[in-house]
């Protein structure tokens, strides 16, 4: 069974900054595409960025210039360097990673979430 755990949310002042990390563990094969995802109250999930195993990277505009996505493969951790932290930054954000978990006598990939980790940015 595999299992994402997600750390390093809190609270912060804005301007501030934050460093989020996602550890996947199990009957792991390869990571595909690993991505941060956040939900804000009342408002739909949305995609912050994701990273390939080869680690092109995409960003949501909004926070462009500010965040930064990384990977250790070895580690089978992503990461979420968070600055300039603001007021609408606040959410749950969510680990989301593309596993294989076999290869024979078929490939098994599916899609993993993270439980969340909470982010508070003040003002």
């Known amino acids: 069974q595999v299992q994402l755990v997600e750390s390093g949310g809190g609270l912060v002042q804005a301007g501030g900054s934050l460093r989020l990390s996602c550890t996947a563990s199990?009957?792991?094969?390869?990571?595909?595409?690993m991505g941060w995802y956040r939900q804000a109250p009342g408002k739909q999930r949305e995609l912050v960025a994701s990273?390939?195993?080869?680690?092109?990277?995409n960003y949501a505009d909004s926070v462009k210039a500010r965040f930064a996505i990384s990977r250790d493969n070895a580690k089978n951790t992503v990461y979420l360097q968070m600055n300039n932290l603001k007021p609408e930054d606040t959410a749950v954000y969510y680990c989301?990673?593309?596993?294989?978990?076999?290869?024979?006598?078929?490939?098994?990939?599916?899609?993993?979430w993270g439980q969340g980790t909470r982010v508070t940015v003040s003002s």
């Open positions: 989301n990673a593309g596993i294989v978990t076999a290869v024979i006598p078929r490939r098994i990939a599916d899609n993993y």
């Open positions: 199990g009957i792991i094969f390869s990571i595909n595409a």
């Open positions: 990273i390939t195993e080869g680690g092109s990277t």
